[in-house]
């Protein structure tokens, strides 16, 4: 591995693995430092590490509030990430973009693969979509990485939100009709860690597209029965998830009910495969209960 890895999201979920895992080559960077909302930013940070590859963790994440804020939205989902795919090519490095399930409607009814046209149904899976598409035509060498649903011990997560609401609630109740795959953050960081050192100084060999997600399946509603019986194990109380319908939760954003990805490309192209989700979520459960809530 050469020289120093640049990664965006400042000190989110992905940026802070990757940080964890990556040790001193991982060079961190995030508001106000780094800010898609000002390109100028984005051109001096670049030219102040010079790295030898770019993982881009920064977005609009926050899916319901991108219906009312689609231009805001846009800026770091497609037109900050093209900038930065930009200079990523004319400096000849690496490029790794992260994008998500939400570019699909979820309406298949079989696990995506990448050749599957995008269809987004709101903001947020829209203006990922068009980024992906904006970061491949200013940076035909990058690669674009899908995942799906994901959480970590640190940072604010669906799996800290369900043990928070775990431990006030004797019931609760959780979607039970959209199905995908949870990734662990620790998972995804060690799996761009590996495909950095396969593309070393050869990454437009490895362009395009790629899903990188959890092994297996489950819906939320699995999600928070398994994160709160692991929770239990801790003398944390154990309370009645409920499974509702997507229609019994209104969000002013449309879910996918079954964005599964077919991760096997990752698999054949780099050896790379993540763990199942469900051994990833006990690890990260334990690690959650010893760390104060933020």
């Not at 508001?31 to 790295?51: M, N, Y």
């Not at 050869?202 to 699995?222: N, V």
């Not at 763990?275 to 990833?280: A, G, L, N």
Request: hydrophobic letters at 40%.
């Amino acid at each position: 591995m050469k020289g120093a890895i640049l990664v965006t999201g400042g000190a989110g979920q992905l940026a802070t693995s990757l940080a964890v895992r990556g040790g001193p080559r991982v060079h961190r960077v995030g508001r106000p430092t780094f800010d898609f909302d000002r390109p100028d930013s984005i051109a001096l940070v670049f030219e102040q590490v010079a790295p030898w590859a770019v993982v881009n963790a920064a977005a609009w994440t926050a899916v319901d509030a991108a219906e009312a804020h689609p231009e805001e939205a846009a800026r770091a989902n497609r037109d900050g990430p093209a900038l930065l795919a930009r200079l990523c090519a004319k400096a000849a490095i690496p490029f790794i973009h992260i994008s998500t399930d939400y570019v699909f409607d979820g309406d298949k009814g079989t696990p995506y693969v990448e050749t599957d046209p995008t269809s987004p149904t709101g903001v947020y899976g829209r203006t990922k979509a068009e980024g992906e598409q904006a970061v491949l035509a200013a940076n035909p060498g990058s690669i674009v990485l899908r995942t799906s649903w994901v959480y970590s011990a640190t940072g604010k997560n669906f799996v800290r939100t369900m043990l928070n609401a775990g431990a006030r609630n004797a019931t609760l109740k959780v979607v039970g009709d959209q199905r995908g795959a949870p990734t662990n953050a620790d998972d995804l960081a060690a799996a761009i860690l590996a495909i950095l050192d396969v593309v070393g100084d050869d990454s437009p060999s490895y362009a395009g597209l790629y899903h990188a997600a959890g092994g297996g399946e489950t819906t939320w509603h699995g999600l928070a029965s398994a994160a709160l019986h692991d929770a239990a194990r801790h003398g944390r109380p154990m309370p009645e998830v409920i499974a509702i319908c997507t229609a019994d939760w209104p969000t002013p954003a449309r879910r996918p009910p079954d964005s599964r990805l077919n991760c096997d490309k990752l698999e054949r192209v780099f050896g790379v495969r993540l763990p199942p989700w469900r051994r990833s979520l006990t690890a990260t459960v334990d690690r959650l209960l010893a760390t104060p809530d933020p």
